[in-house]
């Protein structure tokens, strides 16, 4: 867990390929940027906290293709467009 720290700029693309990846918890940091789209190769993705940062954008729709994603927190960022 990286959360309440001072963590900055965006999330790179190759966060995708953290295929075990079950629980990403960086919120409360200075993330901004856009989610990057390979978010949504995260199959085993349970837990995505991002909550309280700085990212912008649209949810890129691979958000839709994490089947086991059970905690979603973006609240408190600039994000805009459709669900």
Known sequence: WLYSNKLSGSLPSGIGQLKQLEILQLHANQISGPLPSTIGNLSVLRDLLLQ???????????????????????????ISGPL
């Open 52 to 78: 309280s940062n700085k990212l912008s954008g649209s949810l890129p729709s691979g958000i839709g293709q994490l089947k086991q994603l059970e905690i979603l927190q973006l609240h408190a960022n600039q």
